[in-house]
Structures are given as C-alpha cells and as structure tokens.
C-alpha cells in the first residue's frame, strides 16, 4: 500500500488527505489490480466515517468536483472519508464494470479504510445514482455498515422510465400555453410527436419479467435486509428521482421499506441530476452534516 499526503486548511479546521494504493477483495482474473483513492483525515477522528461510492462513468473527484468538496467539507467537521475509483475508471487498474459488479471493489475499499483509520467502529456508504445501488446492495454484506447516504438511487427500467417521461414531460407540455403556440404556427411536426408519444404510452406496459436486469428488484431486496439508517436526497429537477418516486408510489413493498423510522428523506429544490450549482452541494453537504450528528 502506498501513501501519499497533503494538508488542507477548510474554514478553520486541518484536514489532512493520503493518496491509497490498494486492492479490490475480487477473486477474479484481476483480483490483483491496484484501485486508488483519496482519504480526507480530521485533526480528532472518531469512530464513525463516510465511504464514497462512484457511479457512472467517473471516477473519485466526481460531477463539478462534487466528491472532492464533499469530502473536505465532512473531514472538517470531524468525519474520516475515502473516495475512490473502482477498478477500470480513472487511477484504477482493471477493466471497466458496472455498478453490478462493484461489491467486492466497495469490500476491498472498506478494508483499506479501517486499516488506514484505526479508530473507525463504523461506515456510512455514501452514493449518487448507480453508485448509490452498488452501496445499498453491498450494505447487508458488512456489519460495519451502519447507514447509507443515497441521492436519486438508479432504478431505471424501460417502463420506469416511460411512466416518468410521460408524467412529468409530456403531460406538463399541455398545460404550457408555448406549446398550443408552436402547434398553431405549424412549429410542431405532429406525426412525429404522436408517434413518439405512443411509444412512450406503449411502454409504460413493458412486463417486469422483460427486464430481468432492471436494478429495482435487487435493490429492494438489500433495502428489506439492511437495518441500518438511511438518508434519502432527491433532486428537485430529476427525471432519476422522479423514477424513485413513481416506483416507491405505485408499489406496497417500496413504500414499507421506505417508511421506517430509521428512514429520513429530503429534496434540494431545483436540483439537477448531479447537483451542479454550489447551492445544490452546498446544500447536499449540510443535510449530510446534520443527518451525521443526529445519531
């Protein structure tokens, strides 16, 4: 394993940061590929630390800096966090994978943090999109793991998706007085747009049992297991988080899981996907902050 050091100095407080060279817990033919990853120290560190989750196609700083800043801003209020790439994105050795093959990245990560921090009881797993399912899928697996951090969980399937589009795209558009103006000065190509909208309508009735690798049903089944505490953050402006919502609306299970007590839930207004603006993180910061020192 090797480390190397910096300082920071964020509003007062020191935060010390290790580049990590360490390995995936895989016993595939790259079991023996190196990952890298970043550990933001506090000056007092306690028993609790945040480990972040990439997702998509990125890897340890993330969207506008997001993982970076994220990090600093915990670590200066006394939380340890490690964010990394999983193996095939950005530092880290490997073939590229999806978020259905990052548990045992997620474990070997986890490993390299507790050696690293000796006073750690504890982990929250922290994960936007597709990194937010890998963290809630590999939760149950580690007893360390008390809590998960998820901003607009990945549960895209075909009719998800069509169900949202046509609720919160198509149906907003008629009520849109631009609309009815385009369509009466011929701006509209209306054969396309009804076509286009029929095939939305048709695919609202996709069966689940055409989208064997839909990630709701996994992740539903790690959510049932998992008795941790959970922190739910949705975009304002997200059709991602529009998709949680109809799933979790329409659905007896989802609705169960996500109404126990030790869930809590908030939306940052007007946020996109990635929370791109300075408000949105800051935002996202400060609700992680106060949901962290509230138990």
């Known amino acids: 394993m090797k480390r190397d050091s910096s300082q920071q100095h964020l509003a007062g407080h020191s935060v010390r940061e290790l580049a990590l060279r360490f390995r995936s817990a895989a016993e595939d033919g790259e079991a023996q590929a190196h990952m890298v990853g970043i550990l933001s120290l506090p000056a007092a560190r306690g028993p609790r630390g945040v480990l972040i989750v990439t997702g998509g196609p990125q890897y340890r700083v993330g969207s506008h800096r997001q993982f970076v800043l994220l990090a600093r801003a915990l670590a200066a209020q006394g939380w340890p966090v490690l964010r990394f790439d ?130 709701a049903p996994a992740l539903l089944r790690a959510l049932t297991q998992f008795q941790g505490k959970v922190l739910l953050i949705l975009s304002g402006d997200d059709l991602g988080a529009r998709e949680w919502q109809a799933l979790v609306a329409g659905d007896p299970a989802w609705r169960g899981v996500t109404a126990r007590a030790q869930w809590a839930q908030a939306q940052v207004k007007g946020a996109n996907h990635t929370f791109a603006s300075a408000a949105w993180r800051g935002a996202v910061e400060q609700l992680c902050a106060r949901w962290l020192q509230s138990w």
């Open 86 to 215: 999983l193996r095939g994105m950005g530092d880290s050795e490997g073939s590229a994978r999806d978020y259905r093959a990052a548990g045992p990245d997620i474990a070997g990560a986890l490993a390299q943090f507790f050696d690293a921090v000796p006073s750690l009881r504890e982990v929250a797993l922290w994960g936007l999109c597709d990194g937010a399912t890998a963290a809630a899928c590999h939760a149950p697996r580690d007893a360390r793991v008390k809590a998960l951090v998820l901003l607009n969980p990945w549960v895209r399937s075909g009719a998800g998706l069509a169900r949202a589009t046509l609720r919160h795209y198509y149906l907003p558009r008629l009520l849109q007085g631009a609309f009815w103006r385009k369509l009466a000065g011929g701006g509209l190509q209306v054969g396309a747009s009804l076509a286009s909208l029929r095939q939305v309508a048709a695919a609202t009735q996709t069966p689940a049992t055409e989208e064997d690798d839909a990630p």
